[in-house]
């Protein structure tokens, strides 16, 4: 594989970086067993894919929005970088053409570091409107939203509701009077405060809002929503709304708040392509209304994505500079030995080595769901949505959890130099946090999964037939693992074995409690109340076992004539064997394994760190990172990590004079003050 690209030219301090790579991270290199290149292709799916993607990255690295670490900026200077830089990579990218800018931004997205200052316009707005909207309002707002002649947002989280849609409180009561929706925003709590681009960029807004009907709430429908100028940006009558202020990360997506006071609207303005409201207030639905959630379904496979890229980035810095970082010996007189070989830093970053690839396998197949999906609801067949729906919103919760879990890891494994912003460590895990809350808090989302279970559970009481992930619900699984030699521990069959016991039996654990309060005389949502711990851990379970069963299956599919088949291997049953591992008590509460058979999983993961330390840089070195998206000066492809960390610092803009200003504010004087008294 070449060498990704690095940049040094723009560093005053760059002639202290060596012309030749550290020579611990070639040994490295020389050590492994498959060709990068291949497994590269495999992490993209082709070599079209791969081609495509390093095209799309190296246009997007010319320009500054995705090129510029942004990190250092204060929440102005970055809001401020933000919509000057998205502006001039819409006008780069038109000038190209051959691509949208949603396609374009997706296409090379492992490359944005920085804010993209229309993403939900991109990924929210004019979706909404293609989707939701008549063929008439389509054509209407879907080309001005395409051309940035309108800009967008999407407005659905209040500042008292979120993910809790029959809780919203924004209302559109409809007056067939004059054909109007009168939208209100009728308390503080019910306000929108959230939505990226609400702040100071959009002038319209897809509003999520209850529609009422005669005193009759319909629940929450889709409205366009001017809310400023389009000649002086100025917020029109009725509208309040503002930045909601600094955030920890994510300053230049200009998340806003909106206040509505009895604002009223054509009933045109109401997406009317799943259900309708006639000019006399007669409320009608055409299609299937489940349509709304597909826009939420799009965004959270996104995240799913993300989940990937940035703990993908994080090993490949963490890994590399534990490469050619030396510390202590293991010898009396010999070298220092690299980080990378004591087995408490191999626990510390080669599961979530494993994890990144696993991760990588459950997005394609999610994908290829949703494009299933999609085309089964083209033909008029919503079947496949509860289960995709179900799917993304768990796994949008476990996949966010798990990745920030261990980017906070590798970090920590970089001791103190990972704490800095140069390391690149600190930004992934700040930036990616903010994904455990966003687009559905994760306490939430891993409920829908564990509905998503309990309707199955119901469904086959009742006789029904079930395909697709639950499918194993149907029937009891095996009581007592098979396991009866450590090699049994590596067995892919066995392994999947032990992760669908583990979820048959937690799910009906949990469906059995719920069942237990109804019969209590509970209501439903009071035994939903008293259940949802063991409802977490059953869609936790489900979850696990089907990413499990992903991966195998990719790994499975691999031909056996590639080199990268071994290495995958080794990383589909790491990854399996430590959640068996870390999750022992599950399989051994019920007796499934015994004492024996634990020790044997526990030295097999022991062996199993063992064997993917010679090929540990080589696999991230396949993800194929180049300098300037991983903004690192610890995991660059080159190795030297020392030489740039001082190059960096020497560039501090605390160093421009050897005397700073503040000696001469503040310490000079309180020195002469101790030497009077003196």
Same mark, same amino acid.
């Given at each position: 594989?070449?060498?990704?690209?690095?940049?040094?030219?723009?560093?005053?301090?760059?002639?202290?970086?060596?012309?030749?790579?550290? $020579?611990?991270? /070639?040994?490295?290199?020389?050590? +492994?067993?498959?060709?990068?290149?291949?497994?590269?292709?495999?992490?993209?799916?082709?070599?079209?894919?791969?081609?495509?993607?390093?095209?799309?990255?190296?246009?997007?690295?010319?320009? %500054?929005?995705?090129?510029?670490?942004?990190?250092?900026?204060?929440?102005?200077?970055?809001?401020?970088?933000?919509?000057?830089?998205?502006?001039?990579?819409?006008?780069?990218? %038109?000038?190209?053409?051959?691509?949208?800018?949603?396609?374009?931004?997706?296409?090379?997205? @492992?490359?944005?570091?920085?804010?993209?200052?229309?993403?939900?316009?991109?990924?929210?707005?004019?979706?909404?409107?293609? @989707? =939701?909207?008549?063929?008439?309002?389509?054509?209407?707002?879907?080309?001005?939203?395409?051309?940035?002649?309108? &800009?967008?947002?999407?407005?659905?989280?209040?500042?008292?509701?979120?993910?809790?849609?029959?809780?919203?409180?924004?209302?559109?009561?409809?007056?067939?009077?004059?054909?109007?929706?009168? /939208?209100?925003? $009728?308390?503080?709590?019910?306000?929108?405060?959230?939505?990226?681009?609400?702040?100071?960029?959009?002038?319209?807004?897809?509003?999520?809002?209850?529609?009422?009907?005669?005193?009759?709430?319909?629940?929450?429908?889709?409205?366009?929503?001017?809310?400023?100028?389009?000649?002086?940006?100025?917020?029109?009558?009725?509208?309040? =709304?503002?930045?909601?202020?600094?955030?920890?990360?994510?300053?230049?997506?200009?998340?806003?708040?909106?206040?509505?006071?009895?604002?009223?609207?054509?009933?045109?303005?109401?997406?009317?392509? !799943?259900?309708?409201?006639?000019?006399?207030?007669?409320?009608?639905?055409?299609?299937?209304?489940?349509?709304?959630?597909?826009?939420?379904?799009?965004? @959270?496979?996104?995240?799913?994505?993300?989940?990937?890229?940035?703990?993908?980035?994080?090993?490949?810095?963490?890994?590399?500079?534990?490469?050619?970082?030396?510390?202590?010996?293991?010898?009396?007189?010999?070298?220092?030995?690299?980080?990378?070989?004591?087995?408490?830093?191999?626990?510390?970053?080669? $599961?979530?080595?494993?994890?990144?690839?696993?991760?990588?396998?459950?997005?394609? @197949?999610?994908?290829?769901?949703?494009?299933?999906?999609?085309?089964?609801?083209?033909?008029?067949?919503?079947?496949?949505?509860?289960?995709?729906?179900?799917?993304?919103?768990?796994?949008?919760?476990?996949?966010? !959890?798990?990745?920030?879990?261990?980017?906070?890891?590798?970090?920590?494994?970089?001791?103190?130099?990972?704490?800095?912003?140069?390391?690149?460590? +600190?930004?992934?895990?700040?930036?990616?946090?903010?994904?455990?809350?966003?687009?559905?808090?994760?306490?939430?989302?891993?409920?829908?999964?564990?509905? !998503?279970?309990?309707?199955?559970?119901?469904?086959?009481?009742?006789?029904?037939?079930?395909?697709?992930?639950?499918?194993?619900?149907?029937?009891?699984?095996?009581?007592?693992?098979?396991?009866?030699?450590?090699?049994?521990?590596?067995?892919?069959?066995?392994?999947?074995?032990?992760?669908?016991?583990?979820?048959?039996?937690?799910?009906?654990?949990?469906?059995?409690?719920?069942?237990?309060?109804?019969?209590?005389?509970?209501?439903?949502?009071?035994? &939903?109340?008293?259940?949802?711990?063991? =409802?977490?851990?059953?869609?936790?379970?489900?979850?696990?076992?089907?990413?499990?069963?992903?991966?195998?299956?990719?790994?499975?599919?691999?031909?056996?004539?590639?080199?990268?088949?071994?290495? &995958?291997?080794?990383?589909?049953?790491?990854?399996?064997?430590?959640?068996?591992?870390?999750?022992?008590?599950?399989?051994?509460?019920?007796?499934?394994?015994?004492?024996?058979?634990?020790?044997?999983?526990?030295?097999?993961?022991?062996? =199993?760190?063992?064997?993917?330390?010679?090929?540990?840089?080589?696999?991230?070195?396949?993800?194929?990172?180049?300098?300037?998206?991983?903004?690192?000066?610890?995991?660059?492809?080159?190795?030297?990590?020392?030489?740039?960390?001082?190059?960096?610092?020497?560039?501090?803009?605390?160093? %421009?004079?050897?005397?700073?200003?503040?000696?001469?504010?503040?310490?000079?004087?309180?020195?002469?003050?101790?030497?009077?008294?003196?």
């Amino acid at each position: 594989m070449a060498s990704p690209t690095t940049t040094t030219a723009s560093n005053p301090s760059s002639s202290l970086i060596p012309s030749t790579p550290n $020579p611990d991270i /070639v040994k490295e290199r020389k050590t +492994a067993s498959f060709n990068t290149s291949e497994m590269t292709v495999f992490i993209d799916g082709s070599e079209q894919e791969t081609k495509h993607r390093r095209q799309m990255e190296a246009f997007l690295l010319k320009q %500054k929005l995705f090129s510029t670490n942004a990190s250092n900026m204060s929440a102005e200077e970055e809001y401020d970088f933000s919509a000057k830089e998205t502006v001039q990579f819409i006008r780069a990218l %038109k000038a190209r053409g051959g691509m949208t800018i949603m396609d374009a931004v997706m296409k090379g997205r @492992r490359v944005v570091t920085n804010d993209f200052l229309f993403g939900v316009h991109d990924l929210m707005f004019v979706p909404t409107i293609e @989707r =939701l909207g008549t063929e008439e309002q389509q054509a209407k707002w879907a080309p001005l939203g395409k051309e940035y002649k309108i &800009l967008g947002t999407y407005a659905q989280t209040e500042l008292g509701h979120g993910t809790y849609l029959p809780g919203l409180e924004t209302t559109a009561t409809y007056d067939p009077s004059t054909q109007e929706f009168i /939208v209100d925003t $009728p308390k503080l709590t019910s306000m929108k405060f959230w939505p990226g681009s609400l702040g100071h960029t959009a002038n319209h807004c897809i509003l999520m809002a209850n529609l009422i009907i005669k005193g009759q709430n319909y629940g929450p429908h889709a409205f366009m929503l001017q809310i400023r100028s389009r000649d002086d940006h100025r917020p029109l009558a009725g509208i309040t =709304l503002g930045d909601i202020g600094t955030k920890w990360t994510h300053n230049g997506h200009g998340n806003g708040f909106l206040r509505i006071n009895k604002v009223r609207i054509p009933r045109n303005q109401m997406l009317m392509k !799943y259900a309708q409201v006639s000019p006399d207030g007669t409320y009608s639905k055409q299609g299937n209304i489940k349509m709304m959630y597909n826009t939420m379904i799009l965004v @959270r496979m996104t995240i799913l994505t993300y989940a990937f890229i940035g703990l993908s980035k994080a090993t490949t810095i963490a890994i590399r500079y534990s490469a050619v970082r030396r510390q202590g010996t293991l010898k009396m007189g010999h070298p220092e030995v690299q980080i990378l070989d004591y087995q408490t830093q191999q626990q510390k970053l080669f $599961p979530g080595l494993a994890t990144a690839y696993a991760f990588n396998s459950v997005f394609k @197949r999610m994908y290829a769901m949703y494009e299933e999906c999609n085309s089964d609801i083209q033909r008029g067949d919503f079947s496949s949505l509860p289960e995709l729906h179900g799917l993304a919103s768990g796994l949008k919760s476990f996949m966010t !959890y798990t990745s920030h879990g261990f980017i906070d890891q590798c970090r920590q494994s970089c001791g103190g130099h990972g704490f800095l912003l140069s390391g690149g460590l +600190a930004g992934i895990s700040s930036k990616f946090s903010a994904s455990i809350t966003y687009e559905g808090e994760n306490s939430v989302m891993i409920l829908q999964t564990a509905r !998503y279970l309990m309707k199955t559970l119901s469904a086959i009481q009742s006789g029904g037939q079930v395909i697709g992930s639950a499918s194993y619900l149907a029937s009891p699984p095996q009581q007592h693992s098979k396991i009866s030699s450590k090699s049994d521990v590596l067995n892919f069959d066995l392994l999947m074995q032990a992760f669908e016991h583990r979820a048959y039996r937690l799910t009906m654990a949990a469906g059995q409690r719920l069942a237990g309060f109804v019969m209590q005389g509970l209501s439903q949502a009071e035994a &939903l109340g008293k259940s949802t711990i063991d =409802l977490t851990k059953a869609a936790e379970a489900h979850l696990h076992f089907f990413i499990v069963a992903s991966f195998c299956a990719e790994v499975n599919a691999v031909h056996s004539g590639l080199g990268i088949k071994e290495v &995958l291997t080794t990383l589909c049953q790491l990854y399996a064997v430590y959640g068996m591992d870390r999750n022992m008590g599950d399989f051994l509460q019920d007796g499934y394994m015994n004492g024996e058979q634990t020790e044997m999983v526990h030295e097999q993961y022991l062996n =199993l760190l063992a064997a993917l330390r010679p090929n540990a840089v080589a696999l991230v070195d396949a993800f194929d990172y180049r300098d300037e998206a991983l903004h690192s000066v610890l995991g660059c492809y080159d190795g030297n990590a020392y030489e740039r960390l001082f190059a960096d610092s020497l560039s501090c803009a605390k160093n %421009k004079t050897e005397v700073h200003p503040i000696y001469e504010k503040y310490l000079k004087p309180l020195m002469k003050d101790t030497q009077s008294k003196l």
